[in-house]
């Protein structure tokens, strides 16, 4: 069974940072894009960060210079350090695979873990 599980959220002050983690089960992690993307009351799904199989990066302009997007192959694993965080990062953070790269629009992510809550106090 393919899954993921995420961790690493929580409720941070204003310019504090949190590390999301992504493990997967059930199928090999390096052979796949993963994106992060956020859900906040009342707003759209958004695509926050991305890295494709060779390791290539994106961020979203509102994050870029504050959060990275790794992976760590021998864990099965993608990171989101996010830094300097704000009230409008507060969102439930999800991760998802495709095998297409990081330009491939959402809906063509095929698994998407359940999500993890990020709170960000002002």
């Known amino acids: 069974q393919l899954q993921f599980v995420e961790s690493g959220g929580g409720l941070v002050q204003t310019g504090g940072s949190l590390r999301l983690s992504c493990e997967a089960s059930?199928?090999?992690?390096?052979?796949?894009?993963i994106g992060w993307f956020r859900q906040a009351p009342e707003k759209e799904h958004e695509g926050v960060s991305c890295?494709?199989?060779?390791?290539?990066?994106y961020h979203v302009e509102s994050v870029k210079d504050r959060f990275t997007i790794s992976r760590d192959n021998a864990k099965n694993t993608v990171y989101l350090q996010m830094n300097s965080l704000k009230p409008e990062d507060t969102a439930v953070y999800y991760c998802?695979?495709?095998?297409?790269?990081?330009?491939?629009?959402?809906?063509?992510?095929?698994?998407w873990g359940q999500g993890t809550q990020v709170t960000v106090s002002s």
């Open positions: 890295i494709s199989v060779d390791g290539s990066t």
């Open positions: 059930g199928f090999t992690l390096e052979s796949y894009t």
């Open positions: 998802a695979a495709l095998k297409e790269g990081c330009s491939a629009p959402e809906y063509e992510y095929d698994y």
